[in-house]
C-alpha cells in the first residue's frame, strides 16, 4: 500500500457515530430472488454496500470508496415479502479509512411481528478527493457503550487485515524470490 493520502494536514474535527448512522429499509420482491425462490446473497450485498456507502460519505464528508468487504454473514433467509432494514455506522475511523458495520433486519412487510437479524458485514471505505486520492477523515467519536464496544472490535479486525495482508505479501515475495512463477 502507499501512502498518498493528501498532504500531511492535520486531521478534520472528530464526529459523533450518531451523526452519519443510517438505516436503508427494502421491500423484498420476485425480481430479488435466487433459483430457490428466496432472495438473493448479492441483493443484500448491494443493499448492505448501498447503506455502508452513505454512511461513509456522510462521516467523510464526501466521497468514499469501497476498499473490502468482509466477515458478511447470512443468518437467514430473506423472503419475498420481506421488509428489509438495513443498519450501518461507523464503527472505527483510521487517517483516510473507516470501518462501517452493518446489521441487516427482516420483518413481513404487512404484519406487525418483530424484526429479526439476518445478516451483518464489515466494510472498509477510504475517502478520496477529486482525483480518486485518499484523503483524511474525521476521527469518529463512540458516544454509548456499545459504540465503544464495537470501536475497540474494529481495531482487533484492522490489525488482522493488515497482518493478512503482510504475510500474504511476504509469501508472494520469496516465491518470486526463489523463482517460483504462479
Ligand atoms: C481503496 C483505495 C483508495 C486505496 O488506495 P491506496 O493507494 O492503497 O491507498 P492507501 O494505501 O493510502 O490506503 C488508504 C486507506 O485505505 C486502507 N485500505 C486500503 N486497502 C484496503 C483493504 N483492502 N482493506 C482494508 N483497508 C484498506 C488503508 O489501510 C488506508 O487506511 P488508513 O489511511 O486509515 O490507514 C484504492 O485501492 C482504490 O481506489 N480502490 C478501488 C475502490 C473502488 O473502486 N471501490 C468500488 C468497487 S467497484
Request: hydrophobic share 35%; glycine share 8%; no cysteine.
Amino acid at each position: 500500500m502507499t501512502d498518498q493520502a493528501t498532504g500531511t494536514e492535520a486531521a478534520p474535527p472528530g464526529k459523533p457515530t450518531s451523526a452519519s448512522r443510517t438505516t436503508l429499509s427494502h421491500i423484498m420482491t420476485h425480481a430479488d430472488t435466487n433459483l430457490l425462490g428466496t432472495v438473493h446473497g448479492g441483493v443484500i450485498m448491494k443493499l448492505v454496500d448501498d447503506a455502508a456507502g452513505a454512511v461513509a460519505g456522510r462521516h467523510s464528508g464526501g466521497p468514499a470508496v469501497t476498499a473490502s468487504m468482509d466477515e458478511m454473514a447470512f443468518l437467514e433467509p430473506v423472503r419475498v415479502g420481506d421488509l428489509v432494514h438495513v443498519k450501518a455506522q461507523v464503527n472505527w475511523t483510521g487517517r483516510t479509512s473507516m470501518e462501517v458495520g452493518v446489521r441487516v433486519l427482516a420483518e413481513r412487510w404487512n404484519e406487525s411481528t418483530p424484526a429479526t437479524q439476518v445478516g451483518s458485514a464489515y466494510l472498509v471505505f477510504a475517502a478520496v478527493d477529486e482525483e480518486g486520492k485518499p484523503r483524511r477523515v474525521p476521527p469518529v467519536l463512540p458516544e454509548t457503550d456499545r459504540d465503544e464496544r464495537r470501536y475497540q472490535e474494529a481495531q482487533i479486525r484492522r490489525t488482522h487485515r493488515l497482518a493478512r495482508r503482510r504475510a500474504i505479501m511476504e509469501l508472494r515475495e520469496r516465491r518470486a524470490a526463489e523463482g517460483l512463477d504462479d
